[in-house]
């Protein structure tokens, strides 16, 4: 009786520790699940600020063109007004 009694004690203290080893073996896990996450989070936003810095781009391009045209009469268009009112002045 008492060898059964010291083997089964001697199990226990081997399950306890491999179940020590397991809990210590799922620490390490939730915390490389949790650098992993970050770090896909932090390429995530990074994508993302990169496809916003592109579409600020493309806007900021697209406003700047029509921004191209001169806001400022030209020559040209002096030119085109004195002749209208050359012609207006003719007809009255």
């Given at each position: ?59 900021a391009d697209r406003k700047g063109k029509s921004r191209a045209v ?23």
């Amino acid at each position: 009786m008492q060898s059964k009694l010291t083997y089964l004690e001697s199990e226990h203290n081997v399950s306890r520790r491999r179940v020590q080893e397991l809990e210590l073996e799922l620490e390490q896990c939730k915390k490389d699940v949790a650098k992993e996450r970050t770090r896909v989070l932090q390429v995530e936003m990074e994508d993302v600020e990169r496809q916003h810095a592109a579409t600020m781009k493309a806007y900021a391009d697209r406003k700047g063109k029509s921004r191209a045209v001169p806001s400022s009469p030209t020559t040209e268009d002096h030119a085109r007004y004195r002749e209208a009112v050359e012609e207006r002045k003719g007809e009255g």
